[in-house]
């Protein structure tokens, strides 16, 4: 039986061997906690800084069993894992948030009913599973839209944006045999997200609410905090604490969310977990993203999550950004953040590089991207 708080070295086992597992396992040593990886990957970036590594598929009954005897609570990195999987680890240890928060993250459409079930506006969207669904589908939620596949999406994989009728079948035919939505595309003046931490006890705390910035579908910067108006940051956080209560989480959760020209913010999907556009906390927060998932899984009390300072976050993508590496440990202001990973793919995430300022001395692009040194060509 677990009893929490976790006592100072108790395990804390983590589904997935990512760098969001490798932050979270590094913020876990420095409370005296061990973790315990489930990867199928050989030397995975979790790996290389947990205690204990369970080598296995997310399926695979014997390794979950295997990775369950080796911790006292049980949370994830990614919601890619199997749900039947999380099912059994929590027949075995308690996990943390439950598979029913990954459930909803997990697909679409569930996802998309279940924040608007809170009372949190999105796109318009509709599920298409056949082509009179895809019919009704254009003829409700108009165009231009994006096509999307209900799972297994991240980095805007699995998308397709459709201006005509004629794209959308293309696309459509494409995207087949996966159940897909097709939602409608937002004019959106912005992106921003807001990372928020709930305890067991209901116990709750919100980073501020920053904007991210994409390149190719994948986030490139996080400015911390985001520039809009004090009322539309209040409209976003209120967002963040509805959708953790209406999960009843117990861990992370990160909402990505649109702001449209008139100021209205509406969600685009949610994670429950460490999220990228929280990374800059790790460096301008006094308990990081990380730290707060930890002390949210462990049972341990939540901080205030106030930054000391501004922040942006610039993420290094695929071998391109990765040989700048020299030159960007060589820069003094810029905070280095490597993941290990053996291979720089194109679109890989290799590691991220933060810059503070002075909290409420965040600069415009120009002054962002003369702070970003080396990177600051790639910022704007
Ligand atoms: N309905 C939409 N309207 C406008 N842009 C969108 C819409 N859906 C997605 N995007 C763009 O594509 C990016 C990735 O889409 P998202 O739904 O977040 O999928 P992923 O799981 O790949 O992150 C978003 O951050 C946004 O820039
Ligand atoms: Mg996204």
């Known amino acids: 039986m677990t009893a929490f708080p976790l ?47 369970t080598l296995g598929e997310y399926e695979d009954p014997a390794a979950l069993r295997d990775f369950a005897l080796h911790a006292d609570v049980v949370t994830f990195e990614f919601e890619n894992v199997s749900a039947e999987g999380l099912d059994l680890l929590a027949s075995l240890k308690p996990v943390r948030p439950s598979p029913a928060v990954l459930r909803v993250s997990q697909e679409r459409i569930i996802e998309k009913t279940f924040i608007n079930r809170a009372g949190v506006p999105t796109a318009p969207w509709a599920p298409v599973e056949s082509e009179s669904d895809l019919a009704a589908a254009l003829a409700g939620v108009g165009l231009p839209a994006i ?20 794209e959308a079948w293309e696309a459509y035919r494409r995207l087949l045999p996966h159940p897909l939505i097709l939602e409608g595309v937002v004019d959106f003046a912005c992106e921003i997200s807001v990372v928020c931490a709930r305890g067991a006890d209901g116990d709750y705390a919100a980073f501020d609410v920053v ?93 205030p999550a106030a930054r000391h300072s501004d922040a942006v976050m610039k993420n290094l993508v695929g071998p391109e950004e990765l040989a700048l590496w020299p030159e960007i440990v060589a820069t003094p202001g810029l905070i280095p953040h490597l993941y290990g990973k053996a291979e720089a793919r194109p679109g890989r995430k290799m590691g991220h590089v933060t810059r503070l300022f002075p909290k409420g001395g965040l600069p415009g692009p120009f002054g962002t991207q003369a702070a970003l040194g080396v990177l600051g060509d790639a910022a704007l």
């Open 211 to 303: 904007e991210n910035r994409h390149r190719d579908h994948i986030l490139d910067l996080t400015f911390a905090p985001a520039r809009i108006p004090e009322e539309t940051a209040a409209t976003a956080e209120a967002v963040g604490r509805r959708v953790a209560e209406a999960l009843d989480l117990v861990g992370l959760l990160a909402v990505e969310m649109f702001v449209t020209a008139e100021g209205k913010v509406l969600a685009n999907e949610i994670a429950p977990r460490p999220h990228n556009s929280g990374h800059w906390t790790i460096d301008a927060c006094p308990a990081s993203q990380f730290e707060m998932h930890i002390r949210a899984v462990a049972g341990l009390p939540l901080l």
């Open 147 to 166: 096509l999307k596949t209900t799972r297994l999406g991240y980095d805007g994989r699995g998308q397709a944006r459709v201006a005509t009728e004629a």
């Open 7 to 53: 006592p100072p070295n108790a395990t804390i086992g983590i589904v997935g061997g990512g760098q969001l597992g490798r932050m979270s396992a590094m913020a876990a040593a420095r409370l005296g906690y061990r973790c315990h990886i489930l990867t199928p990957e050989p030397d995975s970036p979790a790996g290389q800084v947990a205690a204990g590594v």
